[in-house]
């Protein structure tokens, strides 16, 4: 890769930044593309009809730009979000105080973090679910989120389709995109062929970039990173042995009318539990 003038691009990797989350702005521009908007319509729908209670505060874990937790507090709920990186947990800040918002954001683990108040609603979106790699990391963020939610509370998860674990089809979602905001262009690909499965830890290890344009030119950062597949079963499995959950429901997308099924339409897998214990 070289800049219009000839010159090679600037190449950053991992030894001289955390992680990616630690490119906060940079992040923000990547995936700015979601239907923000029409995703917290599906949360708060499917909260609302699965839950027993009148929605009125929502956490959101592993929050980055906090895209989702600043639509909430547009309308009007307690609306608070949750980051394990310092750089975006500042960012996020900055964003809420320019937006005139009311809603914090924690810094803290999505598996011990605790909180003085209950939430109705939890929601852990992206890619999120995948970082957590062993079945006790799972095990402990559904007790986590169990505590902090009220009784009968939902917690919505997104993450990628169970098909997409065994490469016989097209991806259900692109790994790479580009996306322009102002005079900045974010090139991402999201791990690739790059990737490397341990079929015994059931965990991929990836490579995220982000090539970035500029008019200072342009500037390549190579983010090593892991990824969980947990497997329909073992979701299954694990809800149930942490005895804190039952599953409500599972879609295919943020829509009502698609119930999770191997169709193409279903792009997603997004499981509404609801809280027991």
Not at 33 to 47: S, Y
Not at 79 to 96: E, F, H, K, N, Q
Request: charged fraction near 25%; hydrophobic fraction near 40%; proline fraction near 4%.
């Amino acid at each position: 890769m070289t800049e219009n003038n000839g010159n090679p691009a600037r190449i950053i990797t991992s030894t001289e930044i955390t992680q990616n989350y630690s490119l906060p702005e940079i992040y923000d521009i990547a995936f700015s593309f979601r239907d923000v908007p029409d995703e917290v319509d599906f949360l708060l729908e499917a909260t609302q009809k699965y839950s027993a209670r009148k929605i009125t505060s929502a956490i959101e874990l592993a929050c980055g730009p906090g895209y989702h937790t600043r639509e909430i507090a547009k309308r009007s709920l307690v609306s608070d979000g949750l980051d394990l990186s310092p750089d975006m947990v500042a960012y996020t800040r900055s964003l809420i105080q320019k937006e005139l918002l009311r809603a914090e954001i924690f810094e803290g683990d999505m598996r011990c973090f605790r909180a003085a108040k209950k939430y109705d609603l939890a929601y852990l979106l992206m890619a999120s679910f995948a970082q957590l790699l062993t079945n006790q990391d799972i095990l402990d963020n559904f007790n986590c989120v169990a505590d902090l939610l009220s009784d009968g509370g939902i917690y919505i998860i997104e993450t990628a389709h169970p098909r997409d674990f065994f490469g016989e089809e097209e991806p259900s979602v692109k790994h790479a995109w580009q996306i322009s905001r102002g005079d900045i262009t974010v090139e991402t690909n999201w791990g690739g062929d790059d990737q490397q499965f341990n079929p015994l830890t059931d965990v991929d290890d990836i490579l995220v970039s982000y090539t970035v344009t500029t008019p200072d030119g342009i500037t390549r950062y190579e983010c090593p990173d892991k990824y969980r597949r947990c497997s329909l079963t073992t979701f299954q499995a694990l809800v149930k042995l942490s005895g804190r959950f039952e599953i409500a429901a599972m879609f295919g997308g943020f829509d009502l009318n698609l119930p999770l099924t191997n169709d193409r339409a279903c792009w997603r897998f997004i499981p509404v539990l609801r809280k027991i214990r």
